[in-house]
Structures are given as C-alpha cells and as structure tokens.
C-alpha cells in the first residue's frame, strides 16, 4: 500500500448523514486523487488534487466534497445528496498530476450506507 | 470516447499452469498503459507501465506486451501461484481526454488460481 493509508477499512452510516473518508500519504507527492469503485465498473474519478489548496472535479463528483490543507492530506466527505453512496473508496497519489506518473493507491475503505 | 476492453471477464486454473489477460484499448492519443493487480478487498498496485516505444516489460512471472499499432495489451502469468488470484486491471492513460485526470480503467479481469 506504499505509504498511503486509509481509514477507517470498514464505514457503515445511516441514510442522510455525512460521512468523511480518510486518505493520508507519507511519500511526498504533489497529486492526490479519490476513485469509487463498484461491483463489475472501472474505477471512477471523484476528484483530484495537484498541489495544495486546490483540486477538480472528477467525472463524478456530484454529492461528494474534498479538501486539501496539508500536502499529506486529502479527506473525501460523501454527503446526503449521493444518491447511491454504498461502495469501495479508494484513495491514490503521484508524484506530480501528470498522466506519466505512476499512481500509488491505499488500502481502500468499503463505505455501507443502509 | 475513450474505452478499455479487458478479457476475460474472469478466469480459473489451475496452479502452476500459465495464462494471458488481454486488453483492448481505444484511447488516443496514447500516453502509456499500466497493469495493475488489486487483491480482494485491497487497493490496486502497479505491475508494469508501458510507454508507446515498448512492446514487452516483465516483472517476475508477470509478462506484458503492447502492440500500439493493432492497440492491444496482454499480460501473461507463468508459473501460476495461489497468491496470483486476484483482479487484473489494465489503465490506459491519454495525452489528453480520458478521464479528468487522463485515464480510462479497464473493468477488470477476475483470476482465480486453484490447487
């Protein structure tokens, strides 16, 4: 998982609440990034980071939220407006948001919304 | 649009037998392509990343190919282990389009290894 870790593995939340995800990584990179991944899917891009301070919308970003204060950090908040929240998050970084670079990805955490 | 066909869609063999994953990409311009194995549960992790100049990169057991030309890419597993059962994800990254962040994932190709 190369310095890039996930909390918690395991989330369940009620319907309507928010929910933060954590990803935090030791390796020094610039770019970070959030994907959803779903049974028999591609990974999907939720947002992306590529420097502090800032970040994009992925290609599905709506009822989802980021931040990105510390270069380390990169907290994903699923809020009430995700229609279909239930899924395994996962976390990624490269050393620089260029598709040349090789994306190293966290544990992952498996989010339950009943 | 940009597209990663991955086959099989999942495979079982026996252990110590040998096998090919294919990818089928339309993505352009092309950057490079990456296999990555993520384990049950886990996050994917890199095996080989192949620019347009190379057309075979191996890594232990796990051989990669790439023909830029017909847009194809395979890896082949020699020597099958246990621990090789996992799902084989093939990510084509573009010059430009793409996702946001200029890749397009393959869905995946689920490979179980029996005793």
């Known amino acids: 998982d190369g310095g890039i870790t996930q909390s918690p593995k395991y989330l369940f939340r009620k319907e309507g609440q928010n929910v933060t995800l954590s990803c935090e990584q030791n390796l020094n990179h610039d770019a970070m990034y959030w994907y959803r991944q779903d049974p028999g899917q591609g990974l999907r891009l939720i947002y992306y980071?590529?420097?502090?301070?800032?970040?994009q919308k992925g290609d599905i970003a709506e009822g989802y939220s980021v931040s990105r204060e510390k270069k380390e950090s990169f907290p994903l908040t699923v809020t009430s407006a995700q229609k279909n929240p239930t899924a395994f998050y996962l976390c990624?970084?490269?050393?620089?948001?260029?598709?040349?670079?090789?994306?190293?990805f966290g544990p992952g955490t498996r989010l339950t919304v009943t | 649009k940009n597209q990663v066909e991955q086959s099989p869609q999942s495979l079982i063999i026996l252990e110590g037998k040998n096998c090919t994953l294919q990818?089928?990409?339309?993505?352009?311009?092309?950057?490079?392509l990456r296999w990555y194995k993520q384990d049950t549960g886990r996050g994917p992790v890199s095996l080989t990343i192949m620019t347009f100049s190379e057309n075979t990169k191996s890594n232990g057991r796990y051989t990669a190919t790439l023909d830029a030309d017909t847009k194809q890419s395979s890896l082949h597993i020699t020597a099958s282990q246990l621990s090789d059962s996992a799902s084989y994800i093939c990510?084509?990254?573009?010059?430009?389009?793409?996702?946001?962040?200029?890749?397009?994932f393959g869905k995946g190709t689920h490979l179980i290894i029996q005793p």
């Open positions: 990624a970084s490269s050393i620089a948001q260029d598709r040349v670079y090789e994306q190293y």
């Open positions: 990510v084509v990254s573009a010059q430009g389009g793409g996702g946001a962040d200029g890749l397009t």
């Open positions: 990818c089928n990409y339309t993505v352009s311009p092309f950057s490079n």
């Open positions: 980071s590529q420097i502090v301070n800032d970040f």
